[in-house]
């Protein structure tokens, strides 16, 4: 009897066993779902409100439990069940899988950018192994996301979908994901806040270079999530997909203008190729002028006077458009003449100079090495000393070689009740193409029109382009009871801008622009 009962409780065991389970097998039986992207974040419900429950990275293959609209319902390892978007997946031992990732049936794509780079993988992290020239006609293989693949000639690889025409495979599926942009961290340190107003609270900072999703824009504003969590930051602190595969696929748009390159320095290499590897086939005396042809990258395309063409570094020549000096040589420039004497205005102001960085703090490196520390405080000393021509008050936060805290440099400003706090810096980006100057200020009431007087006569005297002025959440406007500004003044990180800030004759021309830019604030 007893064996009887065991016997019985083992078979309603096993049946339960086995209902319990029954789903599983049948929502298996769907199929598996390979993953066609870098990474995806998977969710706990079909859809973007929904918590992030794991990551999914490409090639890595799971069940498919069910599907709902644009999601669909994942088997993670260890039977955790979580959402992902249907077009970053394609199932399992089908050609085509999702609009992403799929065949393209036929047709053929046309390059709309000059010297299109063709990529080994879907991504600018990938080597160049070719070139796309504009105009040209390739046969369309596969879309990935926002990349075709092509083959163009002898050479195969991917390109950017925003620098090609035609292909309609090609543009549905690289528009399916466009509700979701992804970005990166422009900035060495990033607010992000509980809304969008700079009066909102602090949830998180985020250091340069820091990956993000974009989930939505508003006035100024990008809605982010990065590592599980949701806030708002500034749009223009962001550096957009978008942004990057502009400023690098497309190598640049050959000149029809007439524009020159006058060089400026005496033995100057033009070269064979766009590359400093490539071989010297002519060395240029400072004065002598060629006809641009092209651009590659920071190469100009260049025409000899015995028809042939080679290349120049963009950094080492003036254009004929160009207002200033580029080089790529220090201190080689000749020193500009001063402005014509003061009004009397700022005589006997109190004038705060900060040297931003210093000591073991470097700032940002330039593309050649240049330190922003060092420029900063070549710049500071060269405005001090015409400030003090002028009757002004000067006090430097900073003299030498010497780190100082963020702390003391806004205490210098309330202890001297400073009239105007001025903050030199040189800024960067992980984009190359970026260049020019930016003020920014943090109040609009007491720092706004310092920043904008001054700004508008930097742009004046300068040979970069304005940036314009701009909010700017940095500690020593932040904290400073004083009127305060912070000036980037040029791009380390654009070849052009570091040679022409590190000459004397732009830190000349720029200390002429605060100058007077002081003067026209206090007038």
Do not use: C
């Amino acid at each position: 009897m007893r064996k009887s009962a065991i016997l019985i409780l083992s078979i309603i065991l096993i049946a339960q066993a086995a209902l319990y389970t029954s789903p599983n097998t049948a929502s298996a039986a769907i199929g598996e779902a390979v993953v066609v992207t870098d990474k995806i974040n998977v969710r706990s419900g079909p859809g973007l409100s929904h918590d992030i429950v794991s990551v999914v990275k490409r090639d890595e293959t799971y069940p498919i439990v069910e599907e709902k609209g644009d999601w669909v319902q994942i088997r993670l390892s260890g039977g955790q069940k979580g959402w992902v978007v249907s077009w970053l997946i394609k199932k399992k031992g089908q050609a085509s899988g999702g609009s992403v990732s799929s065949e393209a049936k036929s047709g053929q794509v046309t390059s709309t950018a000059t010297d299109l780079r063709i990529r080994k993988g879907p991504g600018t992290s990938y080597e160049v192994g070719g070139t796309f020239p504009k105009g040209e006609k390739a046969a369309l293989l596969k879309t990935d996301g926002s990349w075709v693949k092509i083959s163009y000639q002898n050479v195969t690889g991917w390109v950017h979908s925003d620098y090609v025409s035609g292909g309609a495979s090609a543009k549905e599926s690289s528009s399916s994901g466009a509700s979701q942009k992804s970005g990166t961290v422009g900035v060495s340190s990033l607010n992000v806040r509980s809304s969008a107003s700079h009066q909102a609270g602090i949830i998180a900072s985020l250091k340069r270079n820091t990956a993000v999703t974009i989930l939505n824009e508003q006035h100024g504003w990008y809605e982010i999530e990065f590592n599980g969590q949701k806030g708002w930051v500034a749009s223009h602190y962001i550096l957009t997909d978008d942004e990057k595969d502009s400023g690098s696929e497309s190598a640049g748009s050959a000149s029809s203008s007439g524009e020159n390159a006058t060089i400026v320095y005496d033995g100057t290499n033009i070269r064979s190729e766009p590359s400093t590897s490539s071989s010297v086939v002519k060395r240029a005396g400072k004065g002598e002028s060629y006809p641009i042809t092209g651009k590659k990258s920071d190469w100009y395309e260049i025409a000899l006077p015995n028809g042939n063409s080679a290349y120049i570094a963009n950094w080492v020549v003036q254009t004929s458009d160009q207002s200033g000096p580029s080089g790529d040589s220090g201190d080689s420039e000749p020193a500009l003449s001063k402005p014509s004497g003061s009004s009397g205005s700022i005589k006997n102001k109190t004038i705060v100079i900060d040297a931003g960085h210093g000591g073991h703090d470097s700032g940002t490196i330039g593309t050649r090495g240049t330190l922003e520390k060092r420029l900063t405080i070549k710049t500071a000393k060269l405005l001090a000393a015409k400030l003090k021509a002028d009757g002004v008050n000067v006090y430097m936060t900073r003299n030498d070689d010497s780190f100082v805290s963020l702390q003391s440099r806004v205490a210098t400003s309330h202890y001297r009740n400073a009239d105007a706090f001025i903050s030199i810096h040189f800024d960067s980006f992980a984009n190359a193409s970026v260049r020019g100057n930016t003020a920014y200020y943090y109040s609009p009431s007491k720092d706004k029109g310092l920043a904008a007087d001054v700004q508008s006569e930097i742009e004046k005297q300068s040979p970069l382009p304005s940036r314009g002025v701009l909010f700017g959440d940095y500690f020593v406007l932040r904290e400073n009871n004083r009127p305060a500004a912070l000036f980037e003044l040029g791009y380390l990180s654009h070849p052009q801008d570091e040679a022409i800030v590190s000459t004397n004759g732009y830190r000349e021309r720029v200390t002429d622009g605060i100058r007077n830019g002081l003067e026209n604030y206090f007038n």
